[in-house]
């Protein structure tokens, strides 16, 4: 199965196969951080990692193959099914590459920039930005990674036709050809995060013009193939490791589906939200103050926010409210507010009129605490990101707040 995810102001495709749910990032990745694993290399310009569960998964694979291999060709050496068990393992992980090279692929040709293609074993991820602004685009996105899929069972069909089904090669061009079929039938199930959802995600969104509501039905569409798995599971009475799989797999869906409804909810909030409306005022001080004396000077003042300037007036730093909190309040005279703050570096400067998801997009790609907002290049005042946070989502600022 392949995963396809969305990040606002970036899109992810990933998942068994491949599960995808709206906007997330990282430089290549979110945030900047890289995904851990080693590099496979690069294919124009995308790195390709694979985690170390990826080479788990295909022991794993392996393993659970060369039984029925054993079946199929009783008169195989121990060695010769170890081959073909460790052919068919590397040759899913490859059908994983190629579904997720699928999706990297079509969207460096429709102009977005491809950060990463990450192998997980079991699921796939690939990620880009920014998201797709219109229905089609998110459709042929989408639809490639299965329809990669498609071609190599195909292919894998075609060549049994010119090797016999009971020898080696064709034992493996069976089940590889089976893998892909699997593939591309499960992924293009209607609900997210998989790319069966992104297309009822694409579809309604473009009968209705309005993508939030697309998004709602492709994450109630996971619900249903959730609960679609776990009703197949329990009519076909298995046990051991494939009811356990088919069980997860349906509780990895939930779980992606009910994300996807979340990141709804919180979109539905952007619209008339900008970095100029939530600017805390800030005081302006030099940085050998004493913390204790800005803080005295601030409340005087009602500004809830402190930036450090230098001799020309210009900021230089911000003062960082969670290093604030943390210091005892008798060792905050002794402390002067240039070691409390942080260098405005780049990315930490925001433009007043940046809003919705572009407004977090920038703060996803550069992730602070508090960031410097500017209107025509004059500072109008600070924007703390537990502030962003309590409009999007109020729960989760006061986690915010109760874990400082």
């Known amino acids: 199965m392949t995963d396809q995810r969305s990040h606002v102001g970036s899109d992810a495709h990933g998942g068994p196969g491949d599960a995808g749910q709206p906007p997330g990032q990282r430089p290549g990745h979110p945030g900047g951080e890289r995904p851990a694993g ?17 080479l788990v998964f295909a022991v794993l694979v392996a393993y659970l193959m060369s039984g029925s291999i054993h079946d199929r060709l009783p008169a195989a050496s121990d ?18 590459l190629a579904h997720e090279l699928g999706h990297a692929l079509v969207a460096l040709r429709l102009g977005h920039t491809v950060r990463s293609v990450t192998l997980h074993g079991f699921a796939g991820f690939t990620e880009y930005e920014p998201e797709p602004r219109g229905a089609g685009r998110m459709f042929l996105i989408t639809f490639s990674g299965p329809a990669a899929n498609g071609i190599l069972a195909g292919a894998c ?13 064709g034992v493996v061009l069976r089940d590889l050809g089976l893998v892909n079929l699997t593939l591309f039938v499960f992924n293009l199930a209607p609900g997210l995060p998989l790319d069966g959802g992104r297309i009822v995600m694409a579809a309604v969104w ?23 798995l776990v009703v197949w599971g329990s009519m076909l009475g298995g046990r051991g490791i494939g009811l356990f799989y088919t ?10 589906a009910y994300q ?59 003062m960082n409210g969670s290093a604030v909190d943390a210091l005892p309040e008798h060792r905050r005279p002794w402390m002067s507010v240039d070691e409390v703050s942080r260098e405005i570096g780049p990315g930490m400067v925001l433009d007043a009129d940046l809003e919705g998801e572009h407004l977090l997009a920038a703060v996803q ?36 707040v109760a874990h400082r």
């Open 38 to 54: 080693m590099t496979l290399g690069r294919i124009r310009g995308v790195p390709i990692f694979v985690s170390p569960f990826a």
């Open 79 to 96: 060695s010769q099914v170890l081959v073909l068990s460790a052919a068919i393992s590397v040759g899913f992980l490859a059908s994983l």
């Open 157 to 169: 069909y075609l060549g049994l036709l010119a090797v016999s089904g009971d020898s080696h090669l």
């Open 206 to 228: 473009a009968a209705t013009g309005d993508q939030l509501r697309g998004l709602r039905a492709g994450a109630y569409g996971g619900f249903v193939v959730a609960a679609g």
């Open 247 to 256: 069980y997860a797999l349906a509780g990895f869906l939930a779980f992606a």
């Open 260 to 318: 996807s409804l979340r990141a709804a909810q919180l979109r539905g909030r952007l619209p008339g939200l900008s970095a100029g409306r939530l600017v805390r005022r800030t005081l302006p001080v030099e940085g050998a103050v004493p913390l204790a004396e800005a803080l005295r000077r601030a409340q005087e003042v009602g500004a809830t926010a402190v930036a450090v300037i230098g001799r020309d007036g210009a900021p230089l730093k911000i």
């Open 365 to 400: 790609r550069v992730p602070a605490s508090e960031y410097l907002v500017t209107q025509a290049g004059r500072p109008v005042g600070v924007l703390a990101m537990v502030d962003l946070v309590a409009r999007l989502d109020p729960s989760a600022a006061a986690r915010m």
